[in-house]
């Protein structure tokens, strides 16, 4: 079931979402209709708080690099390293795309939909994805993430879009 999404100004965006107990058939199914969702808006990657549920779920697709889709539950960094920028945007702040600079790599620890454990190791747009989603985890926007060059791009641009 495709589940509807919320906005940048949503303050379920900017709220923590708490660890999953259980891998349930319930949360099993927030995976399903959460892939539903983000494939209907074709996005890449989505956290449970942008369909209005704060759990720890967040899933990715990003098969056109290669790498297959995954849901991950309760996702953790566990390593960092290095940094690199992407240009990145978020289905919650539609037509906004900008540079942020993120680690370059990173390890994830997280449950997979069969509630095991897996660890994740990621570079380039596929850390940076991951990293984006689990900031949407705890209330973090990749706009707040953007060095102050950007921001004022950004600005201008939605000014631009919305003159008045
Ligand atoms: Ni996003």
Redesign the pocket.
Known sequence: MKLRLYYETDPILRQKAVPVEKVTNKIRRLVEDMFETMYAAK?I???AN?VGILQRVIILDLRKRGIKPMALINPEIVVRAGECDNE??????PGLFAKVTRAACVTVHALDTAGDEVAVEATGLHAAALQ??ID?LDGI??LDRLDPTERIRLEQLRAAHHPF
């Open positions: 996005g990657g989505l956290a942008q990145e945007g978020c289905l919650s702040c984006h989603e949407h926007l990749f």
